[in-house]
């Protein structure tokens, strides 16, 4: 047999195939061992699941639960943090962006061709402009114009379009939420419209409204190849809430191995805290789960006091729709169909200054680069903590980075224009 020429090239090539499929090992070592373990519990069976994702929808979920160790130190509790920024997504939406469009295509609500819309202040929009084309769809996006501009600039780059409109309340018809409703009415109207002329083609120019079918394609905003329009409806829609009860309870079970004492986090839409908190509480009654809530929002009064009240609203000092704080996608004045799901055992409020010192000592002392909702959940670990005492377990939602919030809540010059500059060494912001 002929002597293998190895020329440096093939050398080269040697080495790169090598340093990849090394690269493949240690990144799976790395996830399988950081991955929360209870050291006392007994090993058990791996997850008969597949061994590989189909296409990206198939890489959402079944994120890590790992231990955030400067806060399990510093408060004797073991405190979890579920890594749902490790989606493909970026963030815990991506979870509800597949249930939601999966639900409405088996209903007949949406069909491949449509278009998706949907009012968001950034993560849920950015998770269903990533997936939407997975099922062969387009995404239509309707934005408060005073949420961070990278937010926008990343749905546009994945290919959907992106409204920014001026902040309204809920009962506004301009509110981004309304709009993205109308727009979902209108792409219905025009599929109709063009199905009307195919199927009458000698009355192409029929009039509709007082105008001609032809005429009313140039004030749509939707191609013409579109098939329909459904609006995702993330607050009221309860296919948020069962993306949770059905995939994020679960998993926090299983990961814990039931060894769970409490669960907390924020709420937005209310679908995350609404399904881990039933899933956890059906499985077991005495676990407790509570919410922690920015500055402005209704909930902590809902959660405590029975009632939706907000001293800022009472007072008219609202500065920002829909409230007061710099934290993004979490707090809201209302009950939404998903929050009303959860099962609580109580509230903490937390401030944006807590937050920001939060982010910090984070990044800081675990090299956690954590969003602005994120690091609220990890102040409500440490509160729940606090309140429960050493030697619980303690599980929160570590939502997405802070890569979508570099404008705003990691900007130095904006806030120190709010006098919400970090300046904590420690823990010392919470009382440790």
């Known amino acids: 047999m002929a002597p293998v020429n190895c ?66 130190d510093a408060t004797g ?66 934005i408060p114009d005073d949420v961070a501009i990278e937010k926008s600039q990343i749905i546009e780059a994945l290919g959907a379009t992106v409204e920014r409109v001026r902040p309204v309340s809920i009962t506004h018809k301009d509110h981004f939420v309304n709009v993205a409703r109308r727009r979902a009415e209108e792409a219905n109207e025009q599929a109709a419209n063009r199905e009307k002329s195919i199927q009458t083609p000698n009355k192409d120019k029929e009039q509709t409204n007082g105008e001609t079918f032809e005429e009313q394609n140039d004030n749509y905003v939707f191609s013409s190849g579109c098939t329909g329009g459904f609006f995702a409806d993330q607050f009221e829609n309860l296919a948020n809430y069962r993306a949770h009860y059905e995939g994020t309870g679960p998993e926090i079970w299983e990961q814990t191995e039931g060894k769970v004492h409490a669960f907390v986090a924020a709420a937005g839409t209310g679908g995350t ?17 509570f919410l922690i809530d920015p500055p402005g929002s209704g909930l902590f009064n809902r959660v405590t006091r029975g009632v939706m009240y907000s001293k800022e609203e009472a007072e008219g000092k609202r500065l920002r729709n829909p409230f007061d704080t710099i934290t993004e996608g979490i707090g809201i004045n209302r009950l939404t169909q998903n929050f009303m799901m959860a099962k609580l055992d109580g509230a903490f409020r937390g401030t944006d200054k807590e937050a920001v010192e939060m982010s910090r000592y984070l990044l800081k002392n675990d090299g956690l680069f954590l969003g602005s909702s994120s690091s609220m959940n990890c102040v409500g670990a440490v509160r729940v903590a606090q309140a429960m005492g050493p030697g619980h377990t303690i599980i929160t939602i570590l939502c997405d980075n802070g890569m979508r919030h570099l404008s705003r809540f990691y900007k130095a010059e904006y806030l120190s224009q709010l006098d919400l500059s970090p300046t904590a060494t420690g823990l010392e912001f919470l009382g440790l």
């Open 7 to 72: 020329t440096n090239g093939a050398i080269v090539g040697c080495v790169a195939v090598f340093s990849l499929s090394l690269a493949t090992l240690s990144y799976f070592l790395f996830n399988q061992q950081r991955t929360f373990k209870n050291p006392k519990s007994k090993s058990h069976k791996p997850n008969s699941c597949k061994k590989y994702g189909s296409g990206i929808v198939g890489l959402i979920g079944n994120t890590p639960l790992i231990r955030i160790n400067s806060l399990s």
């Open 273 to 289: 805290v609404a399904g881990v908190s039933q899933f956890l509480k059906d499985k077991n009654a005495n676990i407790k789960c």
């Open 77 to 142: 509790c073991e405190i979890l943090g579920k890594a749902e920024f490790l989606n493909p997504g970026g963030s815990v939406k991506d979870r509800i962006a597949v249930k939601i469009i999966e639900e409405a295509l088996a209903s007949g609500q949406l069909a491949p061709g449509g278009v998706v819309t949907e009012g968001s202040a950034g993560s849920t929009a950015i998770s269903l402009a990533t997936v939407a084309p997975a099922y062969g769809c387009k995404c239509h996006v309707v």
